[in-house]
């Protein structure tokens, strides 16, 4: 019953990893948006494994296809739908998994849910399925920048113990991350993920980091008291994505350890209206968008199928030796940063048009 | 658009907090389970005001009253209302706010959201909203207890630079939350929590701080993949209640520093089921529960309410101090703990009834 | 899980028969409406029982107290709630039905479905939940009648089997339906319906009759394809509606024998816009406005409890005659026309909101 | 907003009548139940068009391939997405109708509603979005088979002034409707039905009808009160489909003009539970089903598009003359059977999925 995210911009997603492929239905679009393909393609591709020789060696193009709602390169107001093929699926790989669930995966609680699974890889669990998160972004994107100039930039900021060092948010475009494989925007910093990286997957282990995003001209005003607070609805957001163990936004939990007096944003005139002297609110303030970027972070764990051999029980109970032999990543942050970028689109394009509503309903009031 | 929360087990919130009172209406609650505003008011006298010297001194009795859905001590299975009569409103220690927003408040954006907001105090982003979760999550943890046996439990990890010291949570009960006003289980850390919160409070300032909750006895197989993950409910839920600014589970943001080979819980024989020999998925894996107990931890920033004088500027972007007259708490955490414990539960309660129907299901299909 | 009805404009009612009362919440409502108890206490009173000797005895006031949602006289654009207490309740009336369910009442499907019901009367299939609809419809008819101008006005158009004349539906107002208390329009008509009403009375039986509902002013463009169609939504509504049968919306049931070259409306200028030179699409067409007045027609079957001797069974199914006491109306049409305008007024809010959005975001796409 | 229905068992369709295709997500099926396309297909089949002589000669082989949810021919728990392609696509015979709104039909509605619409044809408003309801439908229609044995069957039961006389309900199958191209199964009046739309179609001209349908074996304690009570959602899901104008269940219009004493349904002892000795509740009471057959009828206008010329008048409000030359239906009755049933079979499915978690729970907690 959850395949469904978002009020008013609302998406649903379909397919598994080794089945005809996976898709998305965008209901609640405008009319009246330039929209082809070429807008999504591009977000997929950094998604794609096989980008990179840091990256799963799973060759797939992951083409997309527009099935319905654009007609003369322009949406129509209806349901948008997005579909993705699936070409190199090798079921065989995972054979084993059949009878011993790989540890910290999504194979032994799915059984436990729907007393089945899907016969080869993690059907709804797969990594894949974030494809159709990230093309559903990328139209959200569309009307989100054409509807109120919102600009989304995620990068790697951590990976393992290398941190990337603190740096102005501001000037960082989707070039400057793209410009290393890493998707960290800090040269250096990325050269050395990169080493570590390739060093895990020399040694069949995994690595686990943090991305950080902001979210440019966001207009205040955005965001839904009282269950749909922005930051709610962000960290629900991030939360559903594959592999994340935490969510923070401004100041997050380094915050904790200020004082009120140090921690509150002063208000400053900003032209015409206010901003603030500090962003410790991360662009947010009761729920609701002040007009500050949003900036927050995202804790993803280290992948869970590693290459070495894992002593665990098979579903009987049995102590055995584990061996992946499916292909992975060894660290999934960089391709992971599209599908951040992807799932912000969506709440900030619900979001965006619930206030746009909102808005014109209390000009009409007054 | 969102003053409701959960999918099956639904509840609704309304009030202000200088209007009449706060209440909350709850659906899809099953007929038949023993119910009384005992229940209820147990929890709501941990989040009330004025139950010791750490807090705010409104002095609120926050009486609950059973407005529908219960007859001869039993429910219906039609709507539960709950209500609290506010009481001690003074809205004239509010008064100077009109003209200046708070700083790191929602005076700014709910004006700017709405172009107008309740005279005195937050209104709907006003803590006092957090009565109606309370109460709901009370209701929802009698359910959850009766269908299954889980048991929340929440407590104050951190104030400020304190810490408390990594312990058994096995054993922890609200009990011994409850043995010290600061709800730290540690008694020498409550202790040294409760002096830095005095000392903030002579000195009109605020401490921000984390609470960590542990819920045992979750069957497995609760979450709902894709979007209603569990761990992104739990994060949409927490980053929900006014203050927060993170959410992690179980290695959370200190797991992307482990590699692979050390995060994966290997799955070890427990009885008659699998369980896992280490717990850094805290209990969630592919964003469904696997039998281990769920642990995570929120981030509370300091108050943005404080006694000290603040530079900022008012509506017309003028230059202004301003120092706050209205009661407010230094620290919210010790009167956080029943708000977490209450938002878990919503979020349990709806899972489980998910689950239960499609175990039903799948089990007549069979 | 169904005690809410609409999307944007959102509203959850609560309360039994003979609990503390009745009520509701209204969510996604505008700020900076003016609104009063008097506005709604006008159709409450159209509603309540006692108005006239056609309707029962019970003899409630139904005062309604607006508990949240409204400061200064003006809505503040958070939930709105209402509150409705139960003064008159009598359970003892009802007592003899705990073994024996009331033929074509709720009594045994209530009892099926919830292995439980109400002690007395039928909890939240009684009449008395409809307050809440009735409440909620007159805070949305402000909305409407404000934003665009838009007009309701329902009467009943045939008791038994006597029906009203054709007569002209753009004259028709309030003042013209409630010049007798049948609520029929037509003076001789109503005279007729209230002797046969009477005579039903005298003789402890019950008579049934349709509502017709018009609704003016109503913008082109109004309703969501494809399952949110303005007649799906209504028709859901009405037959949401106790004792409802039927829905029927332009020509109707009558409408299926005619040919399409007569039935079609063809297209006439309207002053700047176009209109339908007849109106046998009721106003909508494709499950969209067209800016002509919607026109629908209700069933409702004779009210199920009469005061005549009844042959029936036992819940334990041994035959046993049954003789209601509670109060109870000879004809519930009078009193269900402020019902079909509240429900009526929820529809419209709902799918004028959706529309406004649209229309602001097409209009700055473009 | 709108192109989804359901709440627990949900179904998003999407697609363009002259664009790639339509479709349909279906979230919330259970996991373990048989399903191929021959399942779906065989209803598919009784909608297409060119079946007989009586419907339009648009040649669609509508062949569906499920895309997602299924593996080794069992459903996986997950969505399942059912895709049919367009082939035989003529916007070239629709382009007349860019400056001139059909009367009757959604041209001018949805133009006014989206500013725009699809360039050929109806878009969404096309009967063949309902190809995604069919398949859907047939799909809940495995599962409520399953889980209870219901069973669904609809036909017409009249066409134009022609009315198929009362028979027994209890005998009719899918058979006996389908022994003639009209879907009648009293031969006679089939075979009359044949002559009048042969006739109409001759003249270039449409007729209207009337489709009743029977749900046997619905077990008692199916729909939600208060609002998606059995009869409300019924008339929701029937005013959905394309050129339906009136819902009526049991007595329906008619019963309108009964007394209570003889509308009334008395018990009985049906074996080990009780039943009702008339179905004038058309198996419905108090919103929720009582075990008895639910009966209802569907009122469907005569096709909007026709052969005959018609005055109307464009877009810019001048006088003109229209005439059709897409291809229609002269009746759609024959064709709608299975989409009645569709609609049927989702609403029911939806209601026993809900009402099977309340008893399993209700069933824990006693």
Same mark, same amino acid.
């Given at each position: 019953?959850?395949?469904?995210?978002? #009020? !008013?911009?609302?998406?649903?997603?379909?397919?598994?990893?080794?089945?005809?492929?996976?898709?998305?239905?965008?209901?609640?679009?405008?009319?009246?948006?330039?929209?082809?393909?070429?807008?999504?393609?591009?977000? &997929?591709?950094?998604?794609?494994?096989? #980008?990179?020789?840091?990256?799963?060696?799973?060759?797939?193009?992951?083409? !997309?296809?527009?099935?319905?709602?654009?007609?003369?390169?322009?949406?129509?107001?209806?349901?948008?739908?997005?579909?993705?093929?699936?070409?190199?699926?090798?079921?065989?790989?995972?054979?084993?998994?059949?009878?011993?669930?790989?540890?910290?995966?999504?194979?032994?609680?799915?059984?436990?849910?729907?007393?089945?699974?899907?016969?080869?890889? *993690?059907?709804?669990?797969?990594?894949?399925?974030? +494809?159709?998160?990230?093309?559903?972004?990328?139209?959200?994107?569309?009307?989100?920048?054409?509807?109120?100039?919102?600009?989304?930039?995620?990068?790697?900021?951590?990976?393992?113990?290398?941190?990337?060092?603190?740096?102005? =948010?501001?000037?960082?475009?989707? !070039?400057?991350?793209?410009?290393?494989?890493?998707? /960290?925007?800090?040269?250096?910093?990325?050269?050395?993920?990169?080493?570590?990286?390739?060093?895990?997957?020399?040694?069949?282990?995994?690595?686990?980091?943090?991305?950080?995003?902001?979210? %440019?001209?966001?207009?205040?005003?955005?965001?839904?008291?009282?269950?749909?607070?922005?930051?709610?609805?962000?960290?629900?957001?991030?939360?559903?994505?594959?592999?994340?163990?935490?969510?923070?936004?401004?100041?997050?939990?380094?915050?904790?350890?200020?004082?009120?007096?140090?921690?509150?944003?002063?208000? !400053?005139?900003?032209?015409?209206?206010?901003?603030?002297?500090?962003?410790?609110?991360?662009?947010?303030?009761?729920? +609701?968008?002040?007009?500050?970027?949003?900036?927050?972070?995202?804790?993803?764990?280290?992948?869970?199928?590693?290459?070495?051999?894992?002593?665990?029980?098979?579903?009987?109970?049995?102590?055995?030796? &584990?061996?992946? %032999?499916?292909?992975?990543?060894? /660290?999934? &942050?960089? =391709?992971?940063?599209?599908?951040?970028?992807?799932?912000?689109?969506?709440? &900030? *394009?619900?979001?965006?048009?619930? #206030?746009?509503?909102?808005?014109?309903?209390?000009?009409?009031?007054?």
């Amino acid at each position: 019953m959850s395949s469904s995210f978002g #009020q !008013v911009l609302k998406v649903t997603t379909f397919g598994e990893s080794h089945g005809r492929g996976v898709g998305v239905v965008i209901d609640g679009y405008p009319a009246g948006i330039a929209l082809q393909e070429e807008d999504i393609q591009v977000q &997929l591709d950094r998604r794609r494994p096989g #980008q990179s020789h840091l990256t799963t060696d799973r060759g797939e193009a992951d083409k !997309v296809a527009l099935l319905s709602g654009v007609e003369h390169g322009k949406t129509l107001g209806v349901p948008i739908t997005l579909f993705v093929a699936n070409k190199d699926q090798r079921p065989g790989d995972y054979q084993s998994l059949r009878s011993v669930p790989r540890p910290s995966h999504a194979d032994y609680t799915y059984q436990v849910k729907y007393g089945t699974r899907s016969s080869s890889g *993690g059907g709804r669990a797969s990594a894949r399925e974030t +494809i159709a998160r990230v093309a559903a972004g990328a139209v959200a994107e569309k009307m989100i920048r054409h509807l109120a100039g919102i600009d989304i930039v995620a990068w790697v900021s951590s990976v393992g113990l290398l941190d990337a060092p603190a740096f102005d =948010r501001a000037d960082i475009s989707r !070039v400057d991350v793209d410009c290393h494989a890493v998707r /960290c925007p800090h040269p250096e910093t990325a050269e050395a993920m990169a080493g570590i990286i390739m060093e895990a997957k020399d040694q069949g282990n995994s690595l686990g980091g943090m991305i950080t995003c902001v979210c %440019r001209n966001v207009p205040a005003g955005l965001g839904e008291p009282v269950f749909d607070k922005m930051e709610a609805l962000l960290a629900h957001a991030m939360l559903s994505i594959p592999a994340t163990k935490g969510f923070e936004i401004g100041s997050g939990f380094a915050g904790t350890r200020m004082r009120g007096s140090e921690h509150n944003d002063p208000f !400053v005139r900003k032209g015409d209206h206010l901003g603030t002297a500090t962003n410790n609110s991360g662009g947010v303030q009761g729920g +609701i968008t002040n007009g500050e970027p949003i900036v927050f972070k995202v804790a993803f764990k280290p992948v869970a199928t590693i290459g070495l051999e894992q002593q665990t029980v098979n579903f009987d109970g049995n102590a055995t030796m &584990l061996k992946a %032999r499916g292909r992975h990543d060894p /660290c999934v &942050l960089p =391709r992971a940063v599209p599908i951040v970028e992807g799932m912000t689109a969506l709440v &900030l *394009g619900d979001m965006l048009l619930q #206030q746009k509503m909102r808005e014109t309903v209390q000009h009409a009031v007054r």
